[in-house]
């Protein structure tokens, strides 16, 4: 046994079929409260919005998938930015037919999100973003013969093993020092599987890294976002990562400008992962900005 102590509020799974898919989707609070539809990035899963879950104070149903590739949803052939953004219609259209709900996206899901809100604006009451601002798709280079190469001949890579839940927490706060060790652990359960051979790995395929954006240039994205009509929220980290788009101030006024009704708001000390460093910060942030009539 490990010692992270329980979630303060438990959730539920369940299997839904998304474009032929067999999607996990989590779910916290009452089934009629009001719901918030939650996206995470790359190499994560549904569990990492718990912390901020924990800390939400009103009356909600919080709903998150876990995208294809990762978590307990399927594997698939195609990982493509318009592969996510049609499982996230496919969603909506499930979950919510006739409403327009709150959509909150971390990275990859803030990303996909911004996209989604763009193409269907009657659907979202409004958006946050978690440090998902775009890709620096015009700053960092691009080979698409070798991402081609790869996408066509490479197979699927097991992954790093590991021998228990411990060591597997003891990575993630590695990678972020800021984790307790309570709240590593819980990822690290909840994102990981025991195989065949008794070691565990990551449940995420690393087969989305080698498919190719389909979205080239911030041109292309701002076409979109111009399409949103909702209030948007941008939460942004101090990430220290070189390719980082919040390391590039002007970059990112370029893109803000892009975006109709948007807010900003930035959290000091945070990592990329800003939802793990300071839960209660961000869960305020969402919570007042999606209480105010849209």
Known sequence: MFDAAPPHIPSRCETLE???????????????????????????SSITFQFVVDHLEGDWQVIAPDWRGHGHSDRAQSYWLHDFVGDLAALFELLFPSRAVPLVG??????????FAGLRP??????????????????????????????IEAREREGRAYPDIAT????????????????AMLLAEHSSAEGPDGQRRWLYTGDFQRS????????EWGRLWAGITAPALWVMSEDTRPNAPVRFPAEIERRAALMPRL???QIPGTSHNLHHDEPAVVAKLIEDFISRPP
Request: charged share 25%; net charge positive; aromatic share 4%.
């Open 18 to 44: 998304i474009r032929g898919l067999r999607y996990s989707v989590r779910r916290w609070g009452r089934e009629n409260a009001r719901p918030i539809l939650m996206v995470h990035g790359t190499r994560d």
């Open 106 to 115: 971390h990275s990859l899901g803030g990303n996909v999100a911004g996209i």
């Open 122 to 151: 009657e659907r979202i009451s409004h958006l946050v973003s978690l440090d998902g601002f775009g890709p620096l798709v015009d700053h960092v280079p691009v080979d698409p013969v070798a991402l081609l190469r790869r996408h």
């Open 168 to 183: 597997m927490a003891a990575r993630l706060r590695q990678a972020n020092p800021r984790l307790t060790q309570g709240q």
């Open 212 to 219: 190719l954006p389909s979205l080239r240039t911030i041109a």
């Open 263 to 265: 807010a900003r708001r």
